[in-house]
């Protein structure tokens, strides 16, 4: 079992439409928790980013956490053609040496129809 | 603000071929990987640095090899190319210590190496 589980999609869904994105994991020691987003043929961009289990929104854009059941999710309001590319969950231990190197899941592309 | 700059964009090697892929970041950042993005994989971690002199092993280190003689550098080399090693690469790099940054991973626009 891979540590980090991620449904690659993909996932198609019209203008307006809310978006859940999902992910699973393995190691309950992970303490920080991120979601990238990638455009088709860029480098991952940083989304959100959530230090143990709660909350978080920043715009149209809510990341949560749910440590007791190793559960991470992204959810999109209002989604926007803008909006099509592949997200991806992280996650990390801590600081220092490898406990610090990123986890990724494999992504979910989205698309978000007009 | 370059941020992470990664060179060649594209590359095809023949296979036995070795090069290097090379990575430079302007932020002062401690910590430096390499990763592979492979379809149907995600993101897999080769080599990493958490400073110059220092460098260890990810999920899948081998047939490459990195160094770290400078914050700002950390090249990667391939050292005798495989059909295998045809993949997108990413440089990434962030601060290193706890504190009131995040930790946010900045990524290079990547390299696309084809082994034939």
């Known amino acids: 079992q891979k540590e980090v589980e991620q449904d690659p999609g993909p996932l198609s869904v019209p203008e307006g439409a809310i978006v859940s994105l999902n992910c699973t994991y393995s190691?309950?020691?992970?303490?920080?928790f991120m979601w990238y987003r990638q455009y088709s043929r860029k480098g991952p961009e940083l989304l959100m980013y959530?230090?143990?289990?709660g909350n978080k929104e920043d715009g149209r854009f809510t990341a949560q956490v749910d440590k007791s059941s190793k559960y991470i999710s992204l959810f999109i309001r209002d989604s926007q053609p803008s909006d099509s590319a592949t997200y991806l969950c992280a996650m990390r231990l801590n600081y220092g040496g490898s406990q610090g190197n990123l986890i990724f899941g494999k992504g979910t592309k989205l698309s978000v129809k007009p | 603000n370059a941020g992470v700059t990664q060179t060649p964009k594209f590359q095809v090697l023949k296979t036995g071929q070795s090069m290097t892929l090379q990575c430079a970041q302007d932020m002062n950042h401690e910590y430096m990987s390499w990763y592979r993005q492979d379809p149907g994989m995600g993101l897999r971690l080769i080599h990493y640095?958490?400073?110059?002199?220092?460098?260890d092993q990810g999920e899948v280190p081998n047939g490459y090899n990195v160094s770290r003689s400078t914050t700002e550098d950390f090249p990667l080399r391939l050292l005798s190319a495989a059909p295998s090693q045809t993949s997108v690469y990413f440089c990434?790099?962030?601060?290193?210590?706890?504190?009131?940054?995040?930790?946010?991973?900045?990524f290079g626009e990547g390299s696309r190496l084809t082994v034939l």
């Open positions: 990434a790099s962030s601060y290193h210590r706890p504190g009131p940054n995040t930790g946010e991973l900045f």
């Open positions: 640095s958490v400073g110059a002199g220092i460098t």
């Open positions: 959530t230090y143990s289990s």
């Open positions: 190691n309950s020691a992970f303490q920080y």
